[in-house]
């Protein structure tokens, strides 16, 4: 995309800015991101003249921002998974999934209860559907690491699972992360639960790869409840010029 562009998607949306980013949400989701190297531009235009990269459907957000949509789990959706969530077991485990009754934060989170592991035990985890849809799994630029976060309360160590789409639509299993330690055993209400934060940064994401699940897994007997996920994109901001992010004021 070239430097100066003219985008009439954005026009009569509502801004926001973060430092000297302003961003605003458009036609299909998509997120203009617009670096203004200097002059003045008018909000309300139905054209824009600027630095501009659009990240949403079909493309990648920008580094530094966060790419999950639902990812405190407070919006419901199918067979009683957060919206764009499901759950998913590998090998022989036999694992169920419930609206936890301790959030803790007052709203949702997300139990995953393990009862038998059997003899071939992988996994199962709360992970991001895998339909293709971008506001699913999210998109992600080839080359970039990016920083996974979750909070959690387990009877039993845990780790993230990460798994890569194509361009067709395609997922499969890529790596998982080393192994973060339980959390203090978990009590029922009203007693108040120890809450851990899982945080870890994936190696580059491959070539040919275009979208990203993540989900926080279990395998062993006994419960894992998660919060609050994030994903990340960690490569560093583009710089150089025309990419001071404090020309606008």
Request: with cysteine; proline share 9%; charged share 15%.
């Amino acid at each position: 995309m070239s430097d100066h562009v003219v985008f009439n998607e954005f026009a009569g949306r509502s801004w926001k800015k973060s430092g000297g980013l302003w961003t605003r949400r458009g036609h299909n989701n998509l997120t203009g991101h617009i670096h203004v190297t200097g002059g003045i531009f008018d909000c309300d235009s139905p054209t824009l003249s600027a630095q501009l990269y659009i990240y949403g459907h079909g493309a990648a957000d920008y580094p530094g921002e966060e790419t999950l949509e639902n990812g405190g789990l407070n919006d419901p959706g199918a067979l009683g998974f957060p919206d764009h969530w499901t759950g998913i077991s590998h090998g022989t485990i036999t694992a169920s999934w419930s609206i936890a009754t301790d959030p803790m934060d007052n709203s949702p989170a997300e139990r995953l209860t393990v009862t038998s592991v059997g003899v071939t035990k992988r996994d199962a985890e709360l992970v991001r559907k895998m339909d293709g849809s971008y506001l699913s799994a999210p998109y992600v630029t080839v080359g970039h690491p990016y920083t996974v976060t979750a909070s959690y309360n387990s009877t039993a160590p845990v780790f993230w699972v990460l798994y890569t789409c194509d361009p067709p639509g395609t997922c499969s299993y890529w790596t998982r992360s080393p192994a973060f330690p339980a959390s203090s055993p978990w009590l029922p209400p009203p007693a108040i639960n120890s809450w851990d934060t899982a945080t870890w940064t994936t190696p580059p994401i491959p070539s040919g790869v275009t979208q990203l699940s993540v989900g926080l897994a279990f395998n062993s007997l006994g419960t894992l409840t998660t919060d609050n996920y994030s994903l990340i994109d960690s490569a560093p901001m583009p710089h150089g010029p025309g990419w001071n992010r404090d020309d606008i004021s």
